[in-house]
């Protein structure tokens, strides 16, 4: 027990420093912005080609997962993450040098989610596993919490440059402690039956949450990179103020994530689908409200509300897998279904970048953000009737 509580801890604090890194960006597009002159499409390209990489890497990540263990890769994850973090810092001199280190900061996040699912899956009993996850997954609410107010202050103090770098040498510092203290399982033995991934694609399970998930990560990005733009641009609010309205957000999601969890886990045991489109529902219509409200009191009590069910809808989608596949694939599936939401980060700035460029207003963006939380919803909805048998999902 003590083991699984310090693991647990050390990944907590480890997804920690993985959210901030995307979340610091966010504010950290306006004093690159104005550094470099670059134009609103730039400045999406710069956040979306991080979750290009994230994308392209997820599967690879997923297959090493299953072979090396996931204490490698936990460990090669974050030091890849901490290098080329440190690296935009001190070395981002340029728009190309900028892109070049997002891309292989990406790479460096994509072997992070998955690695943790197989920690979970491999430490703990099928009835502790979503409680487990939910814990890690809560680490983003901390992060969007806690993460504005001290990326706000680092940028004022410290500039985005030694932001960065300073971001660089924590996550380092996390790999080096789990190296020391996380426990090493080998690799369980792959049935030959399960050993590609285009068996896994065919799964419905897979491949709805696939899409889902997908459709999720577009809101929960784009309002990740474009919020403290957006109140500060259009809404005239000192980035401060912008600050504390987004870490009103992060809380709405450590709180979420953490009860999500358990009250899926004890109410609405095979009924997840259901969970996932009313929460759906409720966060899109939350996210399309921001929009048109005028207060930072309004907008803070918006944005809670919609990463409460935003959370909702991700922490249920991630962790039916866990109920519903076998160990031995754990890695490659969470591998391909996370690759669904880093595509889903990879479009979404790019497309607001352009919508907002094209306009010249955000209420494209969000209407953009509200419908693809709609559509996370109805994605997961023929897996309803397949659930409600309680059966186990086959390949």
């Known amino acids: 027990m003590k083991s699984q509580s310090q693991m647990i801890f050390l990944l907590f604090i480890g997804y920690v420093v993985v959210y901030i890194d995307k979340t610091v960006m966010g504010f950290a597009l306006l004093p690159i912005e104005k550094e470099f002159g670059l134009s609103t499409a730039q400045l999406g390209y710069i956040t979306g080609i991080f979750f290009l990489a994230y994308s392209l890497f997820q599967v690879p990540a997923g297959w090493l997962n299953d072979r090396l263990g996931y204490k490698?890769?936990?460990?090669?994850?974050?030091?890849?993450?901490?290098?080329?973090?440190?690296?935009?810092?001190?070395?981002?001199?340029?728009?190309?040098?900028?892109?070049?280190?997002?891309?292989?900061?990406?790479?460096?996040?994509?072997?992070?989610?998955?690695?943790?699912?197989?920690?979970?899956?491999?430490?703990?009993?099928?009835?502790?596993?979503?409680?487990?996850?939910?814990?890690?997954?809560?680490?983003?609410?901390?992060?969007?919490?806690?993460?504005?107010?001290?990326?706000?202050?680092?940028?004022?103090?410290?500039?985005?440059?030694?932001?960065?770098v300073s971001l660089g040498i924590a996550a380092c510092a996390i790999a080096l402690l789990i190296t020391l203290r996380v426990p090493y399982h080998k690799p369980a033995p792959r049935p030959q039956s399960q050993e590609r991934s285009d068996v896994l694609w065919r799964n419905p399970t897979v491949l709805l949450l696939f899409v889902s998930v997908f459709c999720v990560n577009i809101p929960s990005y784009g309002l990740m990179a474009w919020l403290p733009k957006f109140f500060v641009q259009s809404m005239g609010m000192p980035l401060e103020v912008s600050g504390y309205i987004v870490a009103a957000g992060g809380a709405g999601i450590w709180l979420s994530s953490l009860c999500t969890g358990w009250l899926v886990g004890k109410y609405f045991h095979n009924r997840e689908p259901q969970v996932i489109?009313?929460?759906?529902?409720?966060?899109?219509?939350?996210?399309?409200?921001?929009?048109?409200?005028?207060?930072?009191?309004?907008?803070?009590?918006?944005?809670f509300v919609g990463e409460i069910f935003l959370m909702a809808t991700f922490v249920t989608a991630f962790t039916l897998p866990m109920k519903r596949l076998p160990e031995s694939t754990m890695g490659s599936a969470i591998g391909l279904i996370n690759t669904g939401g880093t595509l889903g980060g990879f479009v979404s700035p790019v497309v607001i970048g352009y919508l907002v460029g094209q306009s010249h207003s955000y209420e494209s963006a969000f209407i953009f953000l509200s419908l693809a939380m709609v559509c996370a919803g109805v994605a997961i909805t023929p897996l309803i009737k397949k659930t409600a048998t309680s059966q186990p999902v086959t390949d």
Not at 282 to 291: E, P, Q, R, V, W
Request: one cysteine or more; glycine letters at 10%; charged letters at 5%.
């Open 72 to 164: 490698p890769m936990l460990i090669m994850s974050l030091c890849a993450l901490g290098i080329f973090a440190l690296c935009f810092g001190a070395l981002g001199m340029s728009f190309g040098l900028l892109l070049v280190f997002r891309f292989l900061s990406g790479v460096g996040h994509s072997g992070y989610p998955c690695s943790c699912a197989k920690a979970v899956v491999s430490n703990f009993t099928l009835e502790k596993r979503t409680f487990a996850q939910s814990v890690l997954l809560s680490s983003a609410g901390l992060a969007m919490t806690v993460g504005p107010i001290v990326a706000v202050s680092a940028l004022e103090h410290l500039g985005w440059h030694l932001s960065f």
């Open 277 to 303: 489109l009313v929460c759906a529902l409720i966060s899109a219509a939350a996210i399309l409200g921001i929009f048109h409200t005028s207060t930072a009191l309004s907008a803070s009590a918006l944005l």
